[in-house]
DNA sequence: CGCCTATTGCGACGGATTCTCAATAGATAA
DNA sequence: TTATCTATTGAGAATCCGTCGCAATAGGCG
């Protein structure tokens, strides 16, 4: 278990809230913090039960969202579709580059971007919660194989 | 008709891809460019009824994406739901500030996002298409009417 | 242990978009 | 102008991705 503090504080934050800690919400917390990589509900759903763990879809729709709440998972939209999880890094934020022949994912570190975000939402008097931020395009193994750039 | 001339290249586009110039493409095409928001595709098929024009659901689905693909309309994900629409302006581009509590849009200008998004594509060895950038948050008047920044 | 109530599972439901397919109507050439 | 070819349309069914309602279950506490 390589995520054993984590682990804690998602356990923690439950009791500090009155909520309970129930072995459906720990396999999903294991099953999301074991993936190194975006994740959806489905699969999420599809592996649990794979490992024999018995869950519902609704609940791992329930505390996905619990989890996002928490702080401890995001929620990205890589694609057109669904949403696609994955654990918070803490300290090392980072977006996504998109290809859309091979639907790989590269992450980024972008520091320059939260200053930005931070100055324009000043100018705007805004005030930030987070952002989503996707560069769409193609990858360098898709260009290499000929896929044409945009539009037809 | 204050959207003359990219009238004309909607038109060139279809005719140069050997696609129909219909009149359920032109009412489209001139209700989003009457338009100066974000709108989606419901909406658009609303008001078009509301016009007098004959259309149905499908059209106005198929033929956004027929103008995504030509370059002249982008279609952006504001909320969690639903895509939103909105004619390019060609040269100004911007990105939003959407507001978690009303849903109020703002758009902002954004210069070094084009340079960003050039070196990390460059870093990564990807050929950039397009991006997507929001920032969610508080706007302005729903801070000032105590509305609470983020979780809970 | 026993109560209280948060959580779960199941299946129905919902919104948004896409699909199917027969009918319609642009484009082109004679 | 008319015939022909086939892209496009309309209508509604289907699909995808979640969300909801509610009765049954089971954590947490005294
Ligand atoms: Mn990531
Ligand atoms: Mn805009
Ligand atoms: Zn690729
Ligand atoms: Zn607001």
Known sequence: MPHQPERKTFIQNLRDHGQRVTPERLALFDEIFAQHRHIDAEELLTSLLAKG???????????????????????????????HFEHIHPGQ???????SECDRVVEFVSPAISAMQREICRAHGF??????????GLCHDCLEKGAVPSGT
């Open 53 to 83: 763990h018995r869950i519902s879809r609704a609940t791992v729709y329930r505390n996905l969202d619990l989890m996002v709440d928490s702080g401890l998972v995001r929620k990205v939209r890589l694609g057109q579709r669904r949403f």
């Open 93 to 99: 934020n980072h977006d996504h580059l998109v290809c």
């Open 127 to 136: 005030s930030p919660d987070h952002h989503q931020f996707q560069i769409l």
